[in-house]
Antibody, heavy 123, light 110 residues
């Protein structure tokens, strides 16, 4: 059973770069049927899609975050990573990693999800 | 891209049904049959309940069903149970490899 687990600092200073890694276990990241994505949720608020990365390194970002987001992937280590630059208090959120399905006839759902990790932006 | 619009809250008594709407545009919900629904209990990660508008993953009770008409998708929970009390979010593909989530609906079991 595929499992995802986020890891990284829980506190980041304003203007610095937030860095998180998602470890994947129980399956291969090399499948052509899936993307790997990041979603965040500010405290008490809704979900926001951040971006996705394909096994070959192809990336897609939320236009509202595009200039600050970088995703990378290392299939040999079964992990993918998120970097968000120039963070402010508005970037405080629970960050989730998830797998995005890209099957032949039915596509685009996030499952499974990691448990999430809270990142607070504060000095 | 704007968040899909959901009612902030919905409620029903045990055994009753509740339907949650998710309204977007022809560029997202109305343009693709790629709507999914997620259940989120407090402090927990979202859980997939419906994908491809109407499809249920294995393990999800058939009390959960999805539908779509035009730019609005819906999730219906029949035979409400106490454990159904949670936040529910819809999501849709929005073209050009973009994705958008709904504003979320808190379901209360009275």
């Amino acid at each position: 059973q595929l499992q995802l687990q986020e890891s990284g600092p829980g506190l980041v200073k304003p203007s610095e770069t937030l860095s998180l890694t998602c470890g994947v276990s129980g399956g291969s990241m090399r499948s052509t049927s899936y993307y790997w994505g990041w979603i965040r949720q500010p405290p008490g608020k809704g979900l926001e899609w951040i971006g996705n990365i394909y096994y070959n390194g192809g990336t897609y970002y939320n236009p509202s975050l595009n200039s600050r987001v970088t995703l990378s992937i290392d299939t040999s280590k079964n992990q993918f990573s998120l970097k968000l630059s120039s963070v402010t208090a508005a970037d405080t959120a629970v960050y989730y990693c998830a797998r995005l399905a890209y099957l032949l006839t039915v596509r685009y759902w996030f499952d499974p999800w990691g448990q999430g990790t809270l990142v607070t932006v504060s000095s | 891209q704007s968040a899909l619009t959901q009612p902030p809250s919905a409620s029903g008594s045990p055994g009753q049904s509740v339907t949650i709407s998710c309204t977007g545009t022809s560029s997202d919900v109305g343009g693709y049959d790629y709507v999914s629904w997620y259940q989120q209990h407090p402090g927990k990660a979202p859980k997939l309940m419906i994908y491809g508008v109407i499809r249920r993953p294995s393990g999800v009770p058939d009390r959960f069903s999805g539908s779509k008409s035009g730019n609005t998708a819906s999730l219906t929970v029949s035979g409400l149970q106490a454990d159904d009390e949670a936040d529910y979010y819809c999501s849709s593909y929005a073209g050009s490899n973009n994705y958008v989530f709904g504003t979320g609906t808190k379901v209360t079991v009275l």
